[in-house]
């Protein structure tokens, strides 16, 4: 049970969390919003809570969301198993389908609508929303045969983000959700990450900040010791000694890719913790990683 604050302690969260308030009013902060926060339903009311809040404060919340454990849950209804790849899915045309059944009907609408009861005015969005996610086929080279092309079906690789419409939904008091589907120059539909889409997206926005939410309490190091403040030469060293891999490598790229590309500071967190995209923004002490531009 969570021990109750007195009126004194809740006055000193406020005042500490001022300071942030300021510093950050009218920037835009892209969530990558995925894990345990998507399927347990106390995770979920508190990260929709958390959301309203940063707009109601003046801050501009982005959310790019996953849906790998609903994707997972529908391909063994109907009797298909998921295949990984360097920690990409596999996406063949029908696993597309049910792909963007999931993530641009189910999984957006629940976030959409969590996020509106809760007093926020979410709007849901893929990619062939006006055409702002532009896709191409991936061929993903093989880590273990370098030059080696690998065909993983209608997975997208971003060409091109127009922000426009994002920025028309800010100015409009309103929080866009977003599933991480492109659109191909022939009307393709694609399968895109969406660590790789939430990172790409703070880079066109020029984002304040990106915020990941994850099932692990950061980046960890051999020992298993939380690191932070760490810079993108340090991660380039952890991946090379194989620190980091498997299903953390496409989100430490993009959080890379994002800090080298302008985002201020990318934070990869812990999203199991309650209220913690509040935590990491607010709070002196934060709940993850902080991955600093430079």
Known sequence: MIEKLSPEDKAGVLAEALPYIKRFHGKTIVVKYGGNAMTDEH????FA???????????NPVVVHGGGPQIEHLLARVGKKGE???????????TMELVEMVLGGQVNKEIVNLINQHGGKAVGLTGKDGNFIRAKKLMMEN??????????GQVGDIVSIDPSLIALLD??????????????????????????VA????????????????????????????LTGITPRQ?????????????????????????????????????RVEHALLLEILTDEGVGT???SK
């Open 235 to 271: 991660i380039d060293d952890m991946v090379a000694d194989g620190t980091l891999s498997g299903g953390m490598l496409p989100k430490i790229g993009s959080a890379l890719d994002a800090a080298r590309g302008g985002v201020k500071n990318v934070h990869i967190i812990d999203g």
């Open 143 to 152: 880590k273990d045969a370098p030059g080696d092309l690998l065909d993983i």
């Open 84 to 94: 990984f790849v360097q920690g990409m899915r596999v996406t063949d045309a029908e």
């Open 49 to 59: 809570r958390d959301v309203v809040l940063l707009k109601l404060v003046g801050m």
């Open 290 to 292: 902080l991955i600093k």
């Open 43 to 46: 995770l979920k009311q508190c």
């Open 171 to 196: 100015s409009g008091a309103f929080i866009p959700v977003i599933a991480p589907i492109g659109v191909g120059s022939e009307g393709e539909t694609y399968n895109i990450n969406a660590d790789v």
């Open 199 to 226: 990172g790409k997206i703070a880079e066109v926005l020029k984002a304040e900040k990106l915020v990941m939410l994850t099932n692990t309490p950061g980046v960890l190091d051999k020992k298993g010791d939380l």
